[in-house]
């Protein structure tokens, strides 16, 4: 059984900065993709930002492009989402997902949908005031 272990968030202003952290235990991380996606009240859940194993391919939605950016720590087993110039648009719960293990007769693919992905954090908020 995958379980991802999700940490950061919290109540920040806007124009500030947040880093998520979601940790895939006793994996090697690097065989993985690796995503980010959000849910605010109401709303469906939509993707963020994804990373391709290996780190070779990244994606992400047009409205965090040049503002957020997912990068991993292999040997942390660690992948980040790092959000610069938080607006209260962001205010959603956060969710970290993988898919995999992929090796060298694979793809490199940086999934955008919910069915890319197999396994889910349990959610983080982030919150951010005008």
């Known amino acids: 059984q995958v379980h991802l272990v999700q940490s950061g968030g919290g109540s920040v202003q806007a124009g500030d900065s947040l880093t998520l952290s979601c940790v895939l235990p006793g994996r090697t991380l690097s065989a993985w993709n690796m995503a980010w996606f959000r849910q605010a009240p109401g709303k469906e859940r939509s993707f963020v930002a994804a990373?391709?194993?290996?780190?070779?391919?990244?994606s992400y939605a047009d409205s965090v492009k040049g503002r957020f950016t997912i990068f991993r720590d292999n040997d942390k087993n660690t992948v980040y989402l790092q959000m610069n110039a938080l607006i209260p648009e962001d205010t959603a719960v956060y969710y970290c997902a993988a898919d995999g293990p992929y090796d060298s007769s694979s793809i490199y693919y940086a999934g955008r949908q919910i069915e890319d992905y197999d396994y889910w954090g349990q959610g983080t908020q982030v919150t951010v005031s005008a």
């Open positions: 990373e391709s194993w290996e780190s070779r391919v990244t």
